[in-house]
């Protein structure tokens, strides 16, 4: 739902409370001062009663008190409850005095002695439908804040009937039916006392508009001022053509007038249908013309992504040629030829050469991202062993593994057991662990180890580590492109933040995934799942590829 306009909200709902004050205030001028006219607010033949109008009064200010959700307003909170309490009890006291015939003194409270020359019975004592919407409007301010949403929707229930009765009453006095303002014997809801209790609800539902229905006709959106326009046509056209019926009587008969009636609401309910529709269908025009725009700005976005990846793709193939170079050299100067070289230098070309090496490793990250993107990385599954794979992978982190002086224990099933995928881009992915699995431990040892699971229809490797660790604040992010704990051993130990990032597309594309779980200070364990098979194996091999999958599961090992 699209949030209303608090500030116009706020402004009825100041406007309603002042108003409910102002008619209660003249009221109790009207009855100080004798003047019959005030004490009816000018219209109809019933009097507003002086408690009636003193309710209103302080209704009026609990409600202004809370017109807007605001702090001011919140240290206020406490009077306005207060206030709205009060409203409530007198609706009870007066509910109950009319149920039971009670007299509780307080219809006597003001005036009596003006109260008892006037025909109401008992003298002063508020009609019980004004006694109900006081009990409702009381009830509905004090829950206005309610702690959860539906206290507070339960406050704008409250309103929506109190309004209900409200409406019956003015509408009851518009066509003369006196059940609908008149519910004892000598006392009914006073037109003024109708109004009153219509601008008291009002103002309510406005002051916390996102609560209910309320809010949609508050709102400034395209849907709020439908909302409004239809409001008005569907409550004051039908008002007045019921008015217009009863009075137009005399002229024709009740056929033709019924029959003209419906005739005009039905036209009336077309013209409203078709305006709805026109305007929903701008709408809906000019949604489309917003999805036509986004659909070229993300066509234009993946075009420049496109361009970006190709040319990275390009530039780092370019690099690696001269880099390989440089590398080549460096190992024939270093290693004597042509000339020897003294310890001096050859320390110095060992540097070179590590650092060719490394610049090499990341041209060669950026390479797969951008191929990755690119959506050209292919998948050739061959039969490959599990052990070796692993074996593979971890042979080249072994050198800097001992060098560190970690351990790195493999827990591997037998050389038989093989899967079928993409080796190199399995490889890969378990490489970018271990390598990472050495760069954050300073302590302890990397653990690899492999196994079936799911009847053996996929394979899951695990690197562990005593290292570093990973906060879980920085988890969810380890896995995103060029991302990067902050901190000074990661800063120390270099890399790109690729790794990871480049491991999970390559293991999703091999159908697999990539979790991690980790302590800070004590150590992190990355899993690959993968399928077993790439492609499902031909008929005449399943009995071999069960044969093989249950072994494998029993052959976890670590
Ligand atoms: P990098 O090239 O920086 O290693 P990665 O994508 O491989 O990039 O890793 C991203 C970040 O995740 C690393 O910088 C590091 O902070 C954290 N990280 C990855 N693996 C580990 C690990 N085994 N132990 C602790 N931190 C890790």
Redesign the pocket.
């Known amino acids: 739902m699209t949030r209303p306009s608090r500030s116009e909200a706020s402004r009825l709902t100041l406007v309603c409370a002042i108003a409910t004050i102002a008619t209660g205030v003249t009221v109790l001028t009207g009855w100080t001062l004798h003047v019959d006219l005030l004490t009816r607010m000018f219209v109809g033949n019933v009097h507003m009663l002086p408690i009636t109008a003193a309710t209103f009064v302080i209704a009026g200010v609990s409600l202004w008190m809370q017109r807007v959700d605001t702090d001011e307003a919140s240290r206020l909170s406490f009077v306005s409850r207060g206030l709205a309490v009060l409203v409530v009890v007198i609706g009870l006291v007066t509910l109950a005095e009319r149920a039971w015939g009670w007299s509780t003194g307080l219809d006597g409270l003001l005036f009596p002695a003006t109260l008892a020359r006037l025909p109401y019975q008992p003298a002063g004592r508020m009609a019980t439908n004004s006694a109900v919407s006081f009990v409702l409007a009381g009830a509905a301010l004090f829950l206005l804040d309610g702690q959860t949403r539906r206290v507070r929707q339960t406050a704008h229930w409250f309103s929506t009937l109190g309004i209900t009765i409200a409406a019956l009453a003015l509408i009851g006095y518009l066509y003369g039916a006196t059940a609908l303002y008149q519910m004892d014997v000598a006392a009914s809801m006073a037109v003024s006392t109708a109004c009153a209790f219509f601008a008291l609800y009002v103002g309510i539902l406005s002051a916390r508009p996102g609560a209910s229905w309320a809010g949609r006709l508050v709102s400034r959106t395209g849907t709020g001022m439908l909302a409004r326009r239809l409001l008005l046509a569907l409550t004051i056209v039908p008002l007045a053509l019921g008015w217009l019926y009863l009075h137009g009587r005399d002229y024709f008969s009740r056929e033709i007038g019924i029959a003209i009636l419906v005739v005009v609401i039905m036209a009336i309910q077309l013209t409203v249908l078709l305006r709805a529709a026109a305007i929903v269908q701008r709408g809906e025009r000019a949604q489309a013309r917003a999805l036509e725009h986004a659909a070229a700005a993300r066509d234009e976005a993946e075009r420049a992504n496109r361009a970006k990846n190709d040319f990275l793709a390009v530039m780092s193939h370019e690099l690696r040629t001269p880099l390989n170079a440089i590398i080549g050299y460096g190992a024939l100067l270093r290693d004597g030829i042509p000339d020897p070289a003294t310890p001096g230098q050859r320390n110095q070309l060992e540097r070179i050469g590590a650092s060719a090496k490394h610049l090499l490793a990341l041209i060669d990250?950026v390479l797969t991202l951008s191929r990755l993107e690119l959506g050209r990385e292919r998948i050739t599954p061959t039969r490959v062993g599990i052990a070796s794979l692993c074996e593979e992978a971890a042979a080249m982190m072994e050198p800097e593994a001992s060098r560190k002086g970690l351990a790195l224990t493999l827990h591997l099933p037998e050389p038989v057991y093989t899967m079928t995928t993409d080796a190199g881009k399995l490889r890969q992915a378990l490489v970018?662990?271990i390598?990472?699995?050495v760069?954050?431990?300073d302590r302890g040892g990397v653990q690899v180890r492999a196994w079936g699971e799911d009847m053996g229809s996929v394979v899951v490797f695990e690197?562990e580590?005593t290292?570093?660790?990973?906060s879980a604040d920085?988890l969810p992010m380890?896995?995103d492109a060029f991302?990067?704990?902050d901190?000074a051993p990661?800063r120390r130990?270099?890399?790109?933040?690729?790794?990871?990032?480049?491991?999970r597309r390559l293991v999703r594309l091999l159908g697999g995934d990539v979790v991690?779980r980790?302590v800070l200070g004590e150590?992190?364990c990355?899993t690959i799942r993968v399928p077993r098979a790439y492609w499902e194996a031909p008929a005449e091999g399943g009995s071999m590829d069960v044969m093989d999958t249950g072994e494998l599961v029993a052959s976890r090992a670590g």
């Open positions: 990250e970018n662990l390598t990472n699995a760069k954050f431990t690197v580590d290292g570093l660790g990973i920085h380890i896995f991302w990067q704990v901190q990661t130990v270099g890399g790109t933040g690729l790794g990871l990032h480049v491991t991690v980790s150590g992190s990355f």
